[in-house]
């Protein structure tokens, strides 16, 4: 299997009081692979790592102040992906043990050997490169895996695909309008996964039914403190989606309040945490949906004007499965799979019949709604057919009565489509056909001429 291609560049963090030490160790691990910094305390080297983190700590255990041993549990907890090789004068073996128990990489001891040290450096970051690949293609697979593909073969539905290939690589944001149950969060896991963002996290929230605070806790995270019962510092969902994208669905009933502070965000690309005082600069493409009218929501003063302007740089708007019904046995035939695959089905074809009404109904709830009524006639059937009796019971009844009194077909229609159906099951076989309709012969042949069905008859 070829290897994932990673980027080769590291950064790495020197941490020493004395300042010829860490000059000897700079010069010694000097490449162009490699980023160096220097710092003489632990603390301006934590400092730095909340502004952007290191890949590698290279840290001595004497330090003023703050230990190395307080430097490597802080790198522990806060930073999980950083490795730390800690560099100790005394070269005790229970030294070494308590610093790997604590988490370290490994350690070496005063006077350093330039050749011991690159050696552990390129170990280090060898287990840095396929942590990141194992993490890479665990993502990938929990998304090629939970991936359900824009499908459709409909002229609304590939302009919408035309246009998601056109703006996911670039670095913009994007609003997607849609009646609930479209896919709008598909189309935004689509932007994502097929851009240059695509190996970095993917998020989403729902700005809907939450009060200002929990909203603000979610996306900004806390300080430790910062209330009654923030008993640890937390990170929220637009730090978590450094260098990837945050999906905001709902965001046109997001508390105003709220508003604000994401078009401060969008503004200055910083945040604060609740309870902090740090700002934090991130690099997050945001992607906001609504199922509503927008532009209605400035005009009514739900949605701010600026915040929307600042949303809506690209706007894809999401077709009802109403207005793309030729997509329908499509989808039907998609959602077949999956759950034949989910519940060890074999559900192998569909009833025309059933084809039939599915295409007459309007789905007000648009495709998942059409994936709950497969999921659900896969889910009870017990057949290799998807026939009416697997439909909900109140589907028949809602799909008559939303059609307009023109629509209705006549008593004759109804009786010409019936007898139709049986002949096509019985292959034209008059025989066959005058048995299911319980009819004779005769009785049978008057009546397709009458109707104009007598041609293929055997």
């Known amino acids: 299997m070829n290897r ?54 290279l840290c001595d255990l004497r330090l003023p102040s703050m230990s190395g041993f307080d430097v490597l549990k802080s790198i522990r907890a806060g930073h999980p992906g950083t490795e730390v090789i800690v ?100 189309v935004a896991r689509a932007l994502h996964f097929l851009g240059s963002r695509k190996e970095s996290p993917f998020m989403a929230f729902n700005c809907g039914g939450f009060s200002e605070d929990l909203i603000a806790n979610e996306l900004f995270g806390h300080e430790k403190g910062a209330y ?4 640890e510092t937390k990170i929220g969902l637009l730090e978590s989606a450094n260098k990837g994208t945050l999906f905001l669905d709902e965001i046109g009933i997001m508390p105003m309040s709220m508003q604000i502070k994401l078009l401060r965000f969008l503004q200055e690309r910083t945040l604060i945490r609740v309870g902090g005082t ?22 009514k003063n739900q949605l701010r004007e600026d915040l929307f302007y600042r949303l809506n740089v690209v706007q894809i708007t999401l077709p009802p499965l109403r207005d793309r019904k030729e997509d329908i046995s499509l989808l039907i035939h998609h959602f077949l799979k999956k759950y034949n695959l989910q519940f060890g089905k074999s ?55 939303s059609l307009k009194q023109e629509q209705w077909p006549s008593l004759e229609e109804h009786i010409k489509n019936y007898i139709r159906k049986v002949l096509i099951k019985t292959n034209y076989n008059r025989g066959e056909t005058a048995r299911i309709l319980n009819m004779t012969r005769t009785t049978l042949w008057r009546k397709l001429k009458e109707l104009s069905l007598e041609k293929n008859l055997k």
């Open 278 to 299: 740090k700002q934090i600069p991130l690099d997050v493409r945001i992607i906001a949906a609504g199922n509503q009218d927008l532009k209605k929501a400035v005009e």
């Open 4 to 57: 994932i291609s990673l980027p080769e560049h590291f950064r790495i963090a020197v941490i020493d009081d004395e300042p010829i030490a860490c000059r000897e160790i700079r010069r010694g691990l000097a490449s162009d692979l490699y980023d160096i910094q220097t710092f003489g305390t632990g603390e301006a080297a934590l400092e730095e790592m909340a502004r952007d983190p290191f890949d590698l700590v």
């Open 228 to 231: 009654t019962g923030a008993v």
């Open 87 to 186: 560099i100790t004068g005394y070269g005790s073996v229970d030294t070494a043990i308590e610093a790997i128990q604590a988490g370290a990489f490994h350690f070496v001891s005063k006077p350093v050997k330039m050749g011991e040290l690159k050696s552990l450096v390129s170990r280090a970051l060898e287990k840095i490169k396929l942590s990141r690949e194992k993490e890479i293609l665990k993502r990938s697979l929990f998304y090629h895996s939970r991936q359900q593909y824009l499908i459709g073969h409909s002229p609304a539905i590939q302009e919408v695909l035309a246009l998601v290939k056109k703006v996911c690589s670039l670095n913009c944001n994007v609003l997607i309008h849609g009646e609930s149950g479209t896919g709008k969060e598909l």
């Open 347 to 401: 559900v192998i074809r569909i009833d025309p019949e059933v084809e039939e009404i599915l295409s007459q109904y309007p789905f007000p709830g648009n495709v998942r709604e059409l994936e709950n009524i497969v999921e659900r006639a896969v889910a009870l059937t017990d057949r290799d057919v998807m026939t009416i009796r697997d439909l909900p019971g109140d589907l028949l009844s809602l799909s008559i009565g």
